[in-house]
Each structure stands twice: as C-alpha cells, then as structure tokens.
C-alpha cells in the first residue's frame, strides 16, 4: 500500500509538497531565530543570540539529555532533504520520459522553463546549506575565528568578507525564487486550486518569498555595514 503511493506519480508529488512544507516550515523558523542577531546583549553579558543557540542544544534536555532532540531535528530535515531531492529527479525522468516529441505550445513551455528554474535554483540551494553547515556549524570553512556555542560571533566575523556576504545573498535569493515557485506548486498538488483562490496563493507565495529574501539578508547587510556592533571578547 505504502509502496503502490511512493510508485506512483501522485505519491510523489505528494511527498514532494508535505516534504518541501516541512523544509519552508524549517526556513520559517530559522529566519525569524536569525533576527536574534538583533537582540543585543542580555544583563548577563551574553548575546540573545548565543543564547538562543544555546536554547536549541539543551531543550528537552532534562528528559533526553543534551543536544538530542537537535539531533532528532537534525535527522528529520535530512531525511526531507533527501526526499525532496530523490522526488525531484525521478519525477523529472517520468516527465521527460512521457514529453511528446515536437509538442511545442506555450504552456508546455513555461512550465519547463519553471521546472528548470527550480532544478538550477535547487542545487544552488544544495551547494549553499553544504557550504553553510561547514561556515557556521563546524565551522571547517569559516576561516576568521569560529568558537563553538559563539555564534554571534562566528557570524559576525564570518560576514566581514565581502566574497561570503555576496554568494549568501546570491543564495537567498535562489531560496526566494524556490519558496515562491515551490509554495505555489505545493498548493495545486494538494488541490488546493481554483480561478478564486489561485490570485490569494500566489499573493501567499509571494509575501513569503519576499518575507523570507529580506529577513534572511538582513544578517549579513547589517553585519558587513557595521550596523550590528563587533562582538566583545
Ligand atoms: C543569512 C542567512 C543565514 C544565516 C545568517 C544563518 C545562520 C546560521 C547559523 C549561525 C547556524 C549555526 C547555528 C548554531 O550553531 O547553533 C546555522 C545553521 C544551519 N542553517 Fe542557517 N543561516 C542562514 C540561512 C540558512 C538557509 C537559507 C538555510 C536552508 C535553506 C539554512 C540552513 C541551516 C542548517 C540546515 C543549519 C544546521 C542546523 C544544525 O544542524 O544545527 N540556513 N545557520
């Protein structure tokens, strides 16, 4: 039964949109922690931000112990990520496989181009949270002083370099055509679709999209500008 929904192309597209909301759920949510970059320094001396980090490490960490629901979280975006990612190629086959050859109208077309358009933008995406794990969260390829649990200023320090700042907004807004594109889509596959609605989703998927490019770049811009303050010690 289970087998018969992933083998056919309806349960794949509906794979693709539950893992693709659970992944904007998790952008959602990652962007708006970013903004504790603005928090400034608590009474105690430390960052909101490195305790909001330090907040994701322990929580629950009473009844499971330290890190380990993170490392839950962490298990269950993996496997939407490689979801979404085999979804994606093997419904680009069966659709490949099945284009009629010299069929040529407009929306065929379009709807190609916006299909590639989410391919390119996906593996940029790809490329950027590999790049970004090692930036901030080992730190391998930070370059500029990364202390672990010092995440104000692994982030501070790691957007003084222009190269960085760029290729993150060059990103973000690859990640803001996704959302756009991608949250529109999970709709129609969820039949979620009619002359009415179709203005009030895309309107959605737009704010979103917007929503998303502009508090995601926030961090960075204000960094490299000096607007946010060089971290202390
Ligand atoms: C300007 C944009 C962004 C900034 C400043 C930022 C910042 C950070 C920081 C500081 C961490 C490490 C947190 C810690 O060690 O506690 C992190 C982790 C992470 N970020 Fe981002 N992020 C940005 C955009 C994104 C985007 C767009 C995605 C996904 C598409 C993403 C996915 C992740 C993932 C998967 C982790 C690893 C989480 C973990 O394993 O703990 N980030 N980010």
Redesign the pocket.
């Known amino acids: 039964m289970i087998l018969d929904f992933y083998r056919s192309t309806v349960g794949k597209k509906i794979i693709m949109a539950l893992t693709g909301a659970a992944?904007l759920g998790?952008?959602v949510g990652?962007?708006a922690g970013?903004l504790k970059?603005f928090g400034g320094v608590g009474a105690d001396g430390v960052h909101k931000?490195d305790h909001?980090?330090e907040f994701?490490?322990t929580m629950g960490s009473d009844l499971f112990g330290r890190e380990t629901l993170?490392w839950v979280?962490?298990a269950g975006?993996l496997v939407c990520v490689g979801l979404h990612i085999l979804m994606a190629f093997q419904l680009s086959l069966i659709n490949s496989k099945a284009r009629p050859v010299g069929y040529k109208s407009q929306e065929y077309q379009s709807s190609t181009l916006a299909s590639r358009g989410m391919m390119f933008g996906g593996i940029i995406?790809l490329s950027?949270?590999v790049f970004?794990?090692l930036?901030?969260?080992t730190g391998d390829l930070h370059f500029r002083g990364f202390e672990?649990?010092k995440?104000y200023s692994?982030?501070w320090n790691?957007?003084q370099s222009p190269s960085v700042v760029a290729f993150?907004i060059l990103?973000?807004a690859a990640?803001s055509f996704h959302t756009f594109h991608g949250a529109w889509s999970l709709f129609q596959t969820l039949g979620v679709d009619g002359p009415k609605l179709n203005p009030i989703i895309r309107g959605v998927a737009l704010v979103l999209a917007i929503l998303?490019f502009f508090g995601?770049?926030?961090?960075?811009i204000a960094t490299s500008m000096q607007i946010l303050s060089a971290p202390i010690g």
């Open positions: 992944l998790f952008v990652h962007m970013n970059m931000m909001y980090a994701l490490r993170l979280a962490r975006l995406l950027f949270i970004h794990i930036h901030f969260t672990y649990g995440v692994n982030v790691g957007f993150y990103a973000m990640l998303l995601f770049v926030s961090v960075p």
